[in-house]
Each structure stands twice: as structure tokens, then as C-alpha cells.
């Protein structure tokens, strides 16, 4: 289960003034020390950039990849700004992401094929709400899988995110028990062997204590490692769901286990 870094994100008001003056360190700073947390990919959530997007964009790359070799996933819904960031990517790209949702099928679906890169489907209505249930989700993968085939790209450019529900809503638990479920199906239902991933920090959103929603994370990032989770996305400086997750992936490890896995 690779660890994707959740951190740099437009909303963080140091990272928001870094990308309007074009100032690399802030961002350059928050990479690094994401890396030494022990990120395997940096997530770069730019918003909508609604001005001037193609060159806050490809700065954002740009300022990330001098000081990373790692993947890289450009998070945003403005098309020219992820073409920018496609463009100017020298390291491994993933495009985060696609739904069925008409214009996202039309302006963003085929920059994957375009930039022969790897692009992550949410399993959302085309009106972006989220699922009730298992057979709701999966019901949706079929349907997501006939576009992105459509699209005319290798099985292996596609991974699925099944939406993580808030434990706060109606009925968020137990969504959240069944997307586990939905991991485990998806290769049987799709025919492939269908790489996943999942916003662990959706898990919490909303008003509670602190110390209960990391508890909670702690005891779901386990669940989805036994499902078969391929990549999470998280805050990547809650150390104890970290050492968490590293622990999963030692257990998992078809190689021979040492401690300094862990």
C-alpha cells in the first residue's frame, strides 16, 4: 500500500501565497518534509485555479519536481491547468482524477490517453453525489470502466477510488464497511486486476475530537490494507496512522519480514 502525501494543498493558506507570488520554498519545504514522513507519492491539489491556471500549475510541478523524484498526482478540476501541470511533469504522473460526469469524461478522461499517464476514476454519480451502498459502487465501476475503455487505453493507466463516506453521515460507517468489500470485487467484476485508492482523510471530515478521528483512521487503514487497498492518500504527518500503515505493509510483504520495515 503506497502512502500518497495529502499535504500540499491550495487551502493551506501558506501553500494558497506561495502559488500567487510564485514562491517555490514554501511549497519546496512542505515536499521535503513529506518525504522524509515517509510519502512514496506527493498529491498536488491545486483547486480550480480559476486564474491564471496553466501557470500556477506548471509552477506547482515544477517547484515540486526540483526537489522530488517522487509520483507525482495533479489534483484538479480545470482541465488547462492539468494539461500545464502534464506538460511541464518529468517525474511519474498520475491524473487525480475522473468521474462520469459529462464534462470530466469529455475535457479530462483523454488527457490520459494523450499523455500516456495513469488517471483515477471516482466511483460518483455523473452528478458527482456519492453512492449509498456497495451495489450502488460497484453498479458505477461497470459504468466508469465502459468509458475509460472507450477511451481506447491499458487496463494498467486506470485506478479506482471508491469514495470514502464521512463516518458522520446517516449511514458513513457502514458505507465505509462495504467499501471494503467493494476493494475486494472490483478485479473479479471488472476482469483485471484493478489497482485502488483511497482519501483516508474523508474518513473524519466534520466537527469531532481530535485524538477519536485518528484513532479511527488508525483502525481503518488496517481494514483497507486486508482488503487489498493499492494506494492511500492522507495526511501524511499523522505519524501513529503512518506507523500504521508501514506495519500493514511489512505483514503484507511477499518479501522476507525485517523490523526496519517498520
Same mark, same amino acid.
Given at each position: 500500500?503506497?502512502?500518497?502525501?495529502?499535504?500540499?494543498?491550495?487551502?493551506?493558506?501558506?501553500?494558497?501565497?506561495?502559488?500567487? &507570488?510564485?514562491?517555490?520554498?514554501? @511549497?519546496?519545504?512542505?515536499?521535503?518534509?513529506? +518525504?522524509?514522513?515517509?510519502?512514496?507519492?506527493?498529491? @498536488?491539489?491545486?483547486?480550480?485555479?480559476?486564474?491564471?491556471?496553466?501557470?500556477?500549475?506548471?509552477?506547482?510541478?515544477?517547484?515540486?519536481?526540483?526537489?522530488?523524484?517522487?509520483? $507525482?498526482?495533479?489534483?484538479?478540476?480545470?482541465?488547462?491547468?492539468?494539461?500545464?501541470?502534464?506538460?511541464?511533469? /518529468?517525474?511519474?504522473?498520475?491524473?487525480?482524477?475522473?468521474?462520469?460526469?459529462?464534462?470530466?469524461?469529455?475535457? @479530462?478522461?483523454?488527457?490520459?490517453?494523450?499523455?500516456?499517464?495513469?488517471? @483515477?476514476?471516482? $466511483?460518483?454519480?455523473?452528478?458527482?453525489?456519492?453512492?449509498?451502498?456497495?451495489?450502488?459502487? %460497484?453498479?458505477?465501476?461497470?459504468?466508469?470502466?465502459?468509458?475509460?475503455? /472507450?477511451? #481506447?487505453?491499458?487496463?494498467?493507466?486506470?485506478?479506482?477510488?471508491?469514495?470514502?463516506?464521512?463516518?458522520?453521515?446517516?449511514? #458513513?460507517?457502514? +458505507? &465505509?464497511?462495504?467499501?471494503?468489500?467493494?476493494?475486494?470485487?472490483?478485479?473479479?467484476?471488472?476482469?483485471?486486476?484493478?489497482?485502488?485508492?483511497?482519501?483516508?482523510?474523508?474518513?473524519?471530515? #466534520?466537527?469531532?475530537? /481530535?485524538?477519536?478521528? %485518528?484513532?479511527?483512521?488508525?483502525?481503518?487503514?488496517?481494514?483497507?490494507?486486508?482488503?487489498?487497498?493499492?494506494?492511500? %492518500?492522507?495526511?501524511?504527518?499523522?505519524?501513529?496512522?503512518?506507523?500504521?500503515?508501514?506495519?500493514?505493509?511489512?505483514?503484507?510483504?511477499?518479501?522476507?519480514?525485517?523490523?526496519?520495515?517498520?
Amino acid at each position: 500500500m503506497l502512502l500518497v502525501a495529502d499535504n500540499l494543498q491550495i487551502t493551506n493558506l501558506v501553500i494558497e501565497k506561495a502559488v500567487k &507570488d510564485l514562491n517555490p520554498v514554501p @511549497i519546496q519545504e512542505m515536499v521535503k518534509k513529506c +518525504q522524509a514522513a515517509g510519502a512514496d507519492a506527493i498529491d @498536488i491539489n491545486s483547486g480550480p485555479l480559476s486564474r491564471d491556471p496553466e501557470k500556477k500549475m506548471a509552477f506547482m510541478v515544477e517547484s515540486v519536481q526540483e526537489v522530488t523524484n517522487l509520483p $507525482l498526482l495533479l489534483d484538479t478540476t480545470n482541465p488547462k491547468a492539468l494539461e500545464a501541470g502534464l506538460k511541464m511533469s /518529468k517525474n511519474k504522473t498520475i491524473i487525480n482524477g475522473f468521474s462520469l460526469e459529462p464534462a470530466k469524461l469529455e475535457f @479530462i478522461l483523454p488527457l490520459a490517453k494523450k499523455y500516456n499517464t495513469r488517471i @483515477i476514476g471516482y $466511483l460518483l454519480y455523473p452528478n458527482s453525489h456519492v453512492p449509498n451502498d456497495e451495489s450502488q459502487r %460497484l453498479n458505477i465501476a461497470v459504468e466508469l470502466y465502459e468509458e475509460f475503455q /472507450k477511451s #481506447g487505453m491499458d487496463n494498467e493507466q486506470l485506478i479506482i477510488d471508491p469514495v470514502i463516506a464521512p463516518v458522520m453521515w446517516e449511514n #458513513g460507517n457502514i +458505507q &465505509d464497511m462495504e467499501i471494503l468489500s467493494v476493494i475486494r470485487n472490483l478485479p473479479d467484476l471488472l476482469g483485471f486486476p484493478v489497482k485502488t485508492i483511497a482519501g483516508i482523510s474523508n474518513l473524519t471530515t #466534520g466537527a469531532g475530537p /481530535k485524538d477519536k478521528k %485518528l484513532l479511527l483512521e488508525r483502525a481503518y487503514v488496517p481494514m483497507l490494507a486486508a482488503a487489498g487497498l493499492d494506494m492511500a %492518500l492522507m495526511n501524511i504527518f499523522h505519524s501513529d496512522t503512518i506507523k500504521t500503515a508501514k506495519a500493514c505493509n511489512a505483514l503484507y510483504s511477499k518479501h522476507i519480514f525485517t523490523w526496519a520495515e517498520i
